[in-house]
């Protein structure tokens, strides 16, 4: 029975050093990265794989518990909704007119969106 | 050798530490995209830090702190990025 319990509080310190890794992560990255676009891939990051690594440690800690089980409630709500946020700032970053920066090789978005499909803003 | 309630304590020290750079994107950012993707990210940071303040004080009701951040960054960050893209908010 101890060693179930010291083997739990390994995994869960683990899971909760994983998550403060992809956190620190994605600040370096939001705070030295030369693109809006460049910067929405740490900060989502951030979003899902740090607070899932960091509930997740929460979860194995407390179990099937009133408390655990409202972490699981809030670490598949940032799960879905973290990428759906991501995607939706980068789409109106680019129609709004955020130029890509310097290093960019490729840019397939901006064909394919056509100069007629940019809906007019009304006035 | 450290306890769990004391990594845990180091966990919220990197966390509050980690706001510093998203808080100087929300205020300096180039363009307007920049802070609305550094603010998404300062509510995030703020539902984690709330959640394992509530798992660390054992207190049930701190976690629903929690849960009403991460839902209010996430209407707030897709109405904003809405009303850049087209122009109006519905």
Not at chain 1, 9 to 16: E, F, G, M, T
Not at chain 1, 27 to 55: E, F, S
Not at chain 1, 73 to 98: D, Q
Not at chain 2, 9 to 32: I, N
Request: net charge neutral.
């Amino acid at each position: 029975m101890d060693v179930i319990s010291t083997v739990l509080d390994i995994i869960s310190v683990v899971l909760l050093v994983i998550g403060l890794i992809f956190l620190c992560l994605g600040m370096l990255g939001l705070l030295r990265l030369p693109d809006v676009y460049n910067r929405l891939h740490a900060t989502t990051k951030v979003a899902t794989l740090g607070a899932l690594g960091v509930l997740l440690s929460i979860i194995i800690q407390e179990g099937y518990t009133p408390m655990g089980v409202k972490a699981f409630t809030v670490a598949i709500f940032i799960l879905l909704t973290a990428p759906i946020s991501g995607h939706m700032i980068g789409k109106a970053a680019y129609r709004h007119g955020v130029k890509l920066c310097e290093g960019t090789c490729l840019d397939e978005y901006g064909p394919s969106l056509g100069p007629q499909s940019v809906p007019k803003k009304k006035k | 050798m450290i306890t769990l309630e004391q990594a845990n304590f180091l966990a919220l020290v990197v966390m509050v530490v980690a706001l510093v750079p998203s808080t100087y994107r929300v205020l300096y950012g180039p363009t307007l995209p920049d802070r609305i993707a550094a603010s998404d990210a300062v509510g995030n940071v703020l539902a984690m830090i709330f959640a394992l303040y509530a798992f660390q004080g054992s207190s049930i009701y701190l976690m629903d702190v929690a849960m009403l951040l991460s839902i209010i960054s996430f209407v707030g960050t897709v109405i904003v990025a809405k009303y850049l893209d087209t122009g109006e908010v519905l």
